[in-house]
């Protein structure tokens, strides 16, 4: 294993800490993508601060490029799989954060390549039958899982109701129904 897989390794293995994130950056630093670093440590910063703070605002309305990480598209890996991609801003403190699946059996034959290798922790998920959210609710990658939004016209109620019952879902922090198909759904 090389260096920047090592480093990478401990990005994945820690998610929620910032050091081996700037432990990599200073890596990139020192082997020439001094702009790849400035971005992974802007980004940390922009986690760090409130968006009222002039630095946020600053990202937001003058530097986006900071906050959707445009330039460092092709840093991103390539997915084994056309059932899986990268959406428009997928990157959260420098590193690949949100995955769109397209079918979820992708994910769970992926999932725990994925998960050992980034720092993945939104999915962006569609409808799939209850045997594959059962899989799902009890893939041992999932606990690393902090946002998922479901993207489906239909209502996920099944899938909620897995992830209600599952003891894997404990850092899940935010579920977002992105298109609502009946008045009831918000």
Do not use: K
């Amino acid at each position: 294993m090389d260096d920047y897989t090592a480093l990478m390794c401990g990005v994945a293995a820690a998610p929620d800490d910032d050091l081996p994130r700037l432990v990599l950056a200073d890596w990139l630093d020192e082997h020439g993508d001094a702009d790849r670093a400035a971005f992974v440590r802007a980004q940390c910063e922009l986690a760090r601060v409130p968006p009222w703070e002039p630095f946020a605002v600053v990202c937001r309305h003058f530097r986006d490029d900071l906050v959707t990480g445009r330039p460092f598209r092709d840093a991103l890996p390539p997915l084994p799989t056309p059932f899986l991609d990268w959406p428009d801003a997928p990157f959260r403190r420098g590193f690949p954060w949100a995955l769109r699946v397209r079918e979820l059996p992708a994910l769970l034959q992926e999932g725990p390549r994925l998960f050992a290798e980034h720092p993945v922790g939104q999915l962006h998920l569609p409808n799939a039958g209850l045997d594959d959210w059962v899989r799902f609710a009890a893939a041992p990658w999932l606990p690393r899982v902090r946002s998922i939004h479901f993207y489906s016209p239909s209502p996920p109620i099944e899938p909620v109701r897995v992830l209600r019952d599952s003891p894997l879902a404990t850092g899940l922090d935010e579920i977002v129904f992105e298109v609502a198909s009946r008045p009831s759904m918000p």
